[in-house]
């Protein structure tokens, strides 16, 4: 079945790098995605990698994709108080694109 | 803005009364999703439209839930006989099936609460 893990909680200090992970289980997915959801607001497309790629890079943030081991990375370079957020990995499953989220990485950033 | 808008933002109901949700997508997207979020889980997809049409629905949505999206624009979702266990956050997403059509943007959603 479809099923994307991901850690619960990560907490850094500002200016350090960020680096939160996920599993997923269908192979067949073609894109994933990172998402960021703030308090109170909705989801925000952060970045997304395509499923024949091994890296994206996008300003101060680093994708990397294992299709070996199902495993998908998002890196914060020089992370910031307002990189607090719940973090979300979604794979696209599916002919008509849905998208299955994993549970959601909560990041603290301290000073 | 010409982002997802969903109304209301919030809603409180009682067990078992009927509610109504609404999204407007994207200007000229036309597909339209559905997801439920429950508190500390990520979104769970609930029902896709591609233009009118309903293409897929989760087991997800029981026979009191139903969805619409008359004239392939905007959407509602209605909920009959309202249960505690509905109370959530419900959010509607639109992409556009041929511009970078994976993509899909997320409205605020709306929390309902039913005591």
């Known amino acids: 079945g479809e099923d994307v893990e991901q850690s619960l909680f990560l907490s850094v200090r500002e200016g350090d790098s960020s680096v939160i992970n996920c599993t997923y289980t269908?192979?067949?997915?073609?894109?994933l995605y990172w998402y960021k959801q703030e308090p109170g607001a909705g989801l925000q497309l952060l970045t997304y990698?395509?499923?024949?790629?091994d890296m994206k890079q996008d300003q101060r943030l680093t994708v990397l994709l294992n299709k070996k081991d199902k495993h998908l990375s998002l890196r914060i370079a020089d992370t910031q108080t307002g990189d607090s957020a719940i973090y979300f990995c979604?794979?696209?499953?599916?002919?008509?694109?849905?998208?299955?989220f994993g549970a959601g990485t909560r990041l603290a950033v301290h000073p | 803005d010409t982002g997802v808008s969903q109304n209301p933002r919030h809603k409180i109901t009682k067990r078992g009364q009927n509610v109504t949700f609404r999204c407007d997508p994207i200007s000229e997207h036309n597909r339209l999703y559905w997801y439920r979020q429950t508190l500390g889980q990520g979104p769970e997809f609930l029902t896709y439209f591609q233009n009118e049409a309903q293409l897929e629905k989760s087991r997800l949505l029981s026979d009191r839930f139903s969805a619409e999206r008359p004239k392939g624009s905007f959407s509602t979702l209605e909920i009959q006989r309202t249960e505690q266990g509905d109370s959530a956050m419900y959010l509607c997403a639109s992409s556009h099936d041929v511009i970078v059509q994976h993509e899909q943007f997320f409205g605020p959603g709306t929390r309902l609460t039913v005591l």
């Open positions: 990698i395509f499923s024949n790629m």
């Open positions: 269908d192979s067949s997915s073609t894109y």
């Open positions: 979604a794979e696209r499953s599916g002919g008509y694109n849905k998208l299955i």
